[in-house]
């Protein structure tokens, strides 16, 4: 858990370390589904988060690091209450106006699940990793595609427990970013 937390205060320093690195800080959001998987049965609910991310184009144009901050609303039974994620992103540049990344990092999450008489939650850290691609509509905006995996928690036998173990989160979003 301290290994994830100093990995979540260390991405922020990063990102705003002023000239060390490159001058290609954005903010964006992204809104799509989250899969919350139970161990059981897999639901999805709208979920959304607020990004913050340097790409590092002066110090290695295929580098890149990203924060996220967000959650989800209920799906049946189960919600992501909220995630803190870092990530270090792998770029790709295809063309001019699109690329392709990868995501890896760790995420801080707070899951829920709620049974007939009570609500279960876990708190916990996890190791992420996903994909996407962006497209540059011009040099201040882009849209992205992607797919994250959050967390790998579900474990079946103890939704009904004390021993909650957390839910396996991915998400399916589209994001837009504005690019400084």
């Keep these: 858990m301290k290994k994830y937390l100093m990995a979540l205060i260390a991405v922020p320093l990063v990102l705003f370390s002023g000239n060390a ?11 799509g589904a ?5 161990g059981v049965a897999k639901k999805s609910a709208l ?3 607020l990004r913050l991310g340097y ?19 209920r ?18 540049e ?11 990092g760790a995420t801080n999450l707070k899951t829920s699940y709620q049974t007939a008489s009570v609500t279960r ?4 850290g996890a190791f992420s990793f996903g994909f996407g691609g962006e497209y540059r ?9 992607e797919w994250v995996r959050y967390a790998t928690k579900a474990d079946a036998s103890t939704l009904n427990t004390s021993s909650f173990s957390g839910l396996d989160v991915n998400g399916f979003t589209l994001n837009a970013a504005y690019h400084f």
């Design 21 to 31: 690195f490159a001058q290609s800080p954005y903010v964006g959001i992204g809104l």
């Design 34 to 38: 989250i899969e919350m998987n139970t």
């Design 47 to 49: 979920g959304g988060f």
């Design 55 to 73: 790409d590092f184009t002066d110090f290695n144009r295929f580098l890149g690091a990203e924060f996220r901050v967000g959650t989800s609303a």
């Design 75 to 92: 799906a049946s039974r189960a919600k992501v209450d909220y995630f803190l994620s870092g990530f270090l992103k792998l770029n790709l």
């Design 94 to 104: 295809l063309t001019r106006q699109f690329k392709g990344y990868g995501l890896i």
């Design 121 to 124: 939650s876990k708190t916990g």
């Design 137 to 145: 509509i011009d040099r201040d905006l882009s849209l992205a595609g």
